[in-house]
């Protein structure tokens, strides 16, 4: 099982940003297609964002594209999250997902495809 933590979480103001980060201490990122995921009080995990292992192929939910940006450094094992014009309903517990590639250009969004998760790390935008 491969143990992700996540790091950058905060309480901001509206339009400020924030920069997420997640590593494997024990696992190379690089063999590994990953994603962001957000959980809201008393709302579902939806997803926010995926890429591939190369970093060649990215997708990006709907309410978030233009704003956020993911992104991997596979040589210093991490992948990020910048989160840019931060908006109140962007609040949530942010989590860092990895699964095994499929390629082709495919990266998943459904949160059921992806087998490791990190603790998640609270995002909070005040208005």
């Known amino acids: 099982q491969v143990q992700l933590v996540e790091s950058g979480g905060g309480l901001v103001q509206a339009g400020d940003s924030l920069r997420l980060s997640c590593t494997a201490p024990?696992?190379?990122?690089?063999?590994?297609?990953m994603g962001w995921f957000r959980q809201a009080p008393r709302k579902e995990r939806e997803f926010v964002a995926a890429?591939?292992?190369?970093?060649?192929?990215?997708n990006y939910a709907d309410s978030v594209k233009g704003r956020f940006t993911i992104s991997r450094d596979n040589t210093n094992n991490t992948m990020t999250l910048q989160l840019n014009s931060l908006k109140p309903e962007d609040t949530a517990v942010y989590y860092c997902?990895?699964?095994?590639?499929?390629?082709?250009?495919?990266?998943?969004?459904?949160?059921?495809?992806?087998?490791?998760w990190g603790q998640g790390t609270r995002v909070t935008v005040s208005s």
């Open positions: 997902a990895a699964r095994r590639p499929v390629g082709g250009g495919t990266v998943y969004a459904n949160p059921d495809e992806y087998d490791a």
């Open positions: 024990h696992h190379p990122l690089s063999s590994l297609d």
């Open positions: 890429i591939s292992w190369s970093g060649s192929y990215s």
